[in-house]
């Protein structure tokens, strides 16, 4: 929609259906261009059917509780399961003059159903439906990202399977420190990323309790049966206090900081690609097809989607702080400033499952320079051959090719050896005259790490939410 037709859409408030739900209160209608600053159907568009469900949950305990009549009710339902078809099939656009999506979604029932439709309402206030809309919404897509970072996972643990003798060389103020291989790197990179799906699935431990019910701030004088609703929203059980659950956005800061911390995760194996993948080191080769190129520098082939992930890490940190300056100093309960969590919320949501995606397209179609990097560890022992090694005592243990003894540690420690082939190294020094001993060479150790990797990923898919009133294809649907 145009910015036009936007401004049109406003100056169009006339039906009553569409009147903003406070409207009894005022004699003059609300200025166009008020309407259009206030409100927020545009970011919380992607949360109608959350909303659809949340109205559906409610209408039904309504008529269980005989608040409205099983007849209303029935009617109510129905009307809200014909939205959900005609906005998923497209015949039904969201109005970007309502005041957001409860309004635009119960101005729509009226339209259907007529005065029943009012009744949705009831026992309800917008400050318990956002809270409940926002918990739903999570619930709902977060299990989707949690996949997006196994499938990352999955993606470096097999990448790291083809490597476990691939020597790479380990950095320590990015300065050559030890000799390891690629699959302990890669392995690393999926370490972080599951500590990733550790937060997610701990951070949405803490919402399964439903705040609806909570109304505007201090509950309903109706018998309304909180504990129903939560129960058909697959909600554990219901929030305990009214004020805390129309002003808590604890979940927005709490999932917003692991995207934070996950950012962080991707923008450091991003400078790393980057970093791997100039002339200088050249350990990796990204395909074309994730590369861009230069018109007056032929020559180069550009890893601008690493440098585009490292770069939007900025947006997500700043999202957080966005949040957190919002929230800071709000009195209880409601204040409209919370209206303005959801684009932050949003925006580090999308950024790091847009990133997560790419990455993971990336690094899995990248072609790995095994030469380049042995060559570059092979550095590591030229360097040792090179010193003075004679008076060099090293203490050593698990040793298995070599006598032990007991040394003092000095600059050899700084060997793990993971291969046998700088067990060998360590051997030619020794019969240089130098008194030390090789360590075993430990490459099963990586096969342990991986095995480790692995066996945790079981655990991470098996997240217990059910999605009410929504096919498990509509889990990522977003509505626009
Ligand atoms: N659009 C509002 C939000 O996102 C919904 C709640 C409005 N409540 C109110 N009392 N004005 O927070």
Redesign the pocket.
Same mark, same amino acid.
């Given at each position: 929609m145009t910015k036009d037709e936007q401004t049109n859409s406003h100056a169009a408030l006339t039906d009553d259906n569409h009147k903003a739900l406070w409207s009894g209160r005022f004699a003059e209608g609300p200025d166009a261009s008020a309407v259009e600053f206030e409100t927020?159907i545009y970011v919380?568009e992607r949360m109608a059917l959350d909303d659809i469900a949340g109205s559906i949950a409610h209408a039904t305990m309504l008529g269980e509780c005989g608040i409205i009549s099983a007849e209303e009710s029935k009617q109510i339902v129905k009307g809200l399961e014909s939205i959900k078809n005609d906005l998923k099939n497209g015949s039904l656009k969201i109005d970007y003059s309502a005041?957001?999506i409860?309004s635009f979604i119960e101005a729509s029932l009226t339209d259907r159903i007529g005065e029943a439709g009012k009744k949705l309402h009831t026992g309800r206030s %917008?400050?318990d439906q956002?809270a409940l809309d926002e918990g739903l919404y999570l619930r709902r897509v977060i299990p989707s990202l949690v996949q997006d970072i196994i499938t990352l996972i999955k993606t470096l643990v097999e990448i790291a399977s083809q490597h476990k003798e691939t020597l790479l060389t380990g950095f320590t103020h990015l300065q050559h420190a030890q000799p390891g291989t690629l699959a302990q790197h890669l392995l690393a990179w999926a370490t972080m990323l599951s500590r990733d799906v550790e937060r997610l699935k701990d951070s949405l431990k803490r919402i399964s309790l439903s705040p609806l019910g909570s109304g505007a701030l201090m509950g309903s004088t109706l018998p309304l049966n909180r504990e129903r609703t939560a129960e058909l929203l697959g909600f554990d059980s219901v929030t305990l206090n009214s004020l805390d659950s129309v002003s808590d956005r604890d979940y927005c800061l709490e999932f917003t900081s692991d995207f934070a911390i996950l950012q962080s995760h991707l923008s450091r194996m991003c400078e790393e690609v980057v970093l791997w993948s100039t002339v200088e080191f050249g350990f990796i080769d990204l395909r074309e097809k994730w590369s861009t190129g230069s018109s007056i520098m032929p020559q180069k082939k550009n890893p601008d989607f690493a440098e585009l992930i490292r770069g939007r890490t900025g947006k997500v940190y700043g999202d957080l702080i966005n949040l957190f300056t919002m929230i800071k100093a709000l009195p209880l309960a409601?204040d %409209?400033d919370?209206?303005e969590d959801?684009e932050p919320l949003f925006d580090a949501l999308d950024t790091v499952q847009a990133n997560v995606k790419i990455f993971t397209a990336m690094i899995a179609t990248a072609r790995w320079n095994v030469e380049r990097m042995e060559k570059r560890c092979a550095f590591l022992e030229r360097a040792i051959k090179k010193m003075n090694l004679s008076n060099v005592r090293v203490r050593c243990a698990q040793v298995s090719t070599l006598e032990a003894n007991s040394f003092d540690m000095l600059v050899l420690r700084a060997f793990h050896p993971f291969t046998e082939q700088i067990a060998h190294l360590l051997l030619s020094i020794t019969r240089q005259g130098g008194t030390i001993v090789a360590y075993k060479a430990r490459a099963e150790r990586i096969q342990e790490e991986m095995q480790g990797v692995s066996k945790a990923i079981p655990s991470y898919t098996k997240i217990p939410l059910t999605v009410p009133f929504l096919e498990d294809h509509e889990r990522n649907l977003v509505v626009i």
């Amino acid at each position: 929609m145009t910015k036009d037709e936007q401004t049109n859409s406003h100056a169009a408030l006339t039906d009553d259906n569409h009147k903003a739900l406070w409207s009894g209160r005022f004699a003059e209608g609300p200025d166009a261009s008020a309407v259009e600053f206030e409100t927020s159907i545009y970011v919380d568009e992607r949360m109608a059917l959350d909303d659809i469900a949340g109205s559906i949950a409610h209408a039904t305990m309504l008529g269980e509780c005989g608040i409205i009549s099983a007849e209303e009710s029935k009617q109510i339902v129905k009307g809200l399961e014909s939205i959900k078809n005609d906005l998923k099939n497209g015949s039904l656009k969201i109005d970007y003059s309502a005041e957001d999506i409860h309004s635009f979604i119960e101005a729509s029932l009226t339209d259907r159903i007529g005065e029943a439709g009012k009744k949705l309402h009831t026992g309800r206030s %917008r400050n318990d439906q956002i809270a409940l809309d926002e918990g739903l919404y999570l619930r709902r897509v977060i299990p989707s990202l949690v996949q997006d970072i196994i499938t990352l996972i999955k993606t470096l643990v097999e990448i790291a399977s083809q490597h476990k003798e691939t020597l790479l060389t380990g950095f320590t103020h990015l300065q050559h420190a030890q000799p390891g291989t690629l699959a302990q790197h890669l392995l690393a990179w999926a370490t972080m990323l599951s500590r990733d799906v550790e937060r997610l699935k701990d951070s949405l431990k803490r919402i399964s309790l439903s705040p609806l019910g909570s109304g505007a701030l201090m509950g309903s004088t109706l018998p309304l049966n909180r504990e129903r609703t939560a129960e058909l929203l697959g909600f554990d059980s219901v929030t305990l206090n009214s004020l805390d659950s129309v002003s808590d956005r604890d979940y927005c800061l709490e999932f917003t900081s692991d995207f934070a911390i996950l950012q962080s995760h991707l923008s450091r194996m991003c400078e790393e690609v980057v970093l791997w993948s100039t002339v200088e080191f050249g350990f990796i080769d990204l395909r074309e097809k994730w590369s861009t190129g230069s018109s007056i520098m032929p020559q180069k082939k550009n890893p601008d989607f690493a440098e585009l992930i490292r770069g939007r890490t900025g947006k997500v940190y700043g999202d957080l702080i966005n949040l957190f300056t919002m929230i800071k100093a709000l009195p209880l309960a409601y204040d %409209r400033d919370l209206q303005e969590d959801k684009e932050p919320l949003f925006d580090a949501l999308d950024t790091v499952q847009a990133n997560v995606k790419i990455f993971t397209a990336m690094i899995a179609t990248a072609r790995w320079n095994v030469e380049r990097m042995e060559k570059r560890c092979a550095f590591l022992e030229r360097a040792i051959k090179k010193m003075n090694l004679s008076n060099v005592r090293v203490r050593c243990a698990q040793v298995s090719t070599l006598e032990a003894n007991s040394f003092d540690m000095l600059v050899l420690r700084a060997f793990h050896p993971f291969t046998e082939q700088i067990a060998h190294l360590l051997l030619s020094i020794t019969r240089q005259g130098g008194t030390i001993v090789a360590y075993k060479a430990r490459a099963e150790r990586i096969q342990e790490e991986m095995q480790g990797v692995s066996k945790a990923i079981p655990s991470y898919t098996k997240i217990p939410l059910t999605v009410p009133f929504l096919e498990d294809h509509e889990r990522n649907l977003v509505v626009i």
